[in-house]
T-cell receptor, first 113, second 111 residues
Framework: NAGVTQTPKFQVLKTGQSMTLQCAQD?????MSWYRQDPGMGLRLIHY???????DQGEVPNGYNVSRSTTEDFPLRLLSAAPSQTSVYFC????????????FGEGSRLTVL | GQQVMQIPQYQHVQEGEDFTTYCNSS?????IQWYKQRPGGHPVFLIQ?????EVKKQKRLTFQFGEAKKNSSLHITATQTTDVGTYFC???????????FGTGTRLTIIP
């Protein structure tokens, strides 16, 4: 099994450009989420979804959009990139939040110039 | 909103010494999870604790969940170079679907 697959692994953007970080999981997990990781700040939740068609905001949602049209895919869209969005982004999935174990993708390192 | 803090932020130990990281939540947690992230890697699940006062062991690692379900600790006995990385605790509050991660403790080992 591939688990959680994120693409791209690296991306450089100019301020104002838009892009989509892709996330797919093949474990039939209902719960999916996006985190960003910045030095000294741990992992901060951007958006999450408890199932297809359902999304909700996390701790730092501004500047990001998500959709969940299928159980497998949970893309993260940056509408107009800003330098403050330079970060490492992790997608994660779980059978259900209270049943434990988030499976993480390998991460996407984004630099906004 | 819910906040989860960990101390210390950094810990440097000689190989063979013990290591402990502490996790404190501003709200009661339904469960606490621990993750390890190697340098340049992604977080990997270690364990989940659910019951008040629960203690679980994994070889040299001992995990505890506080009686009030607001704090937790991870203790590593006789550290090895393979223990290098950042250790995170994480927990959802009751009725909360958001899993909040602690700030992490970065462990480095001096050979």
């Amino acid at each position: 099994n591939a688990g959680v697959t994120q693409t791209p692994k690296f991306q450089v953007l100019k301020t104002g450009q838009s892009m989509t970080l892709q996330c797919a999981q093949d474990m039939n997990h209902e719960y999916m989420s996006w985190y960003r990781q910045d030095p000294g700040m741990g992992l901060r939740l951007i958006h999450y979804s408890v199932g297809a068609g359902i999304t909700d905001q996390g701790e730092v949602p501004n500047g990001y959009n998500v959709s969940r049209s299928t159980t497998e895919d949970f893309p993260l869209r940056l509408l107009s990139a800003a330098p403050s969005q330079t970060s490492v982004y992790f997608c994660a999935s779980s059978k259900g939040l209270l049943t434990g174990e988030l499976f993480f993708g390998e991460g996407s390192r984004l630099t906004v110039l | 909103g819910q906040q989860v803090m960990q101390i210390p932020q950094y810990q440097h130990v000689q190989e063979g010494e013990d290591f402990t990281t502490y996790c404190n939540s501003s709200t009661t947690l339904s469960n606490i999870q621990w993750y390890k992230q190697r340098p340049g890697g992604h977080p990997v699940f270690l364990i989940q604790l659910v019951k008040s006062g629960e203690v679980k062991k994994q070889k040299r690692l001992t995990f505890q969940f506080g009686e009030a379900k607001k704090n937790s600790s991870l203790h590593i006995t006789a550290t090895q170079t393979t223990d290098v990385g950042t250790y995170f605790c994480a927990g959802p509050g009751f009725g909360n679907e958001k899993l909040t991660f602690g700030t992490g403790t970065r462990l480095t080992i001096i050979p």
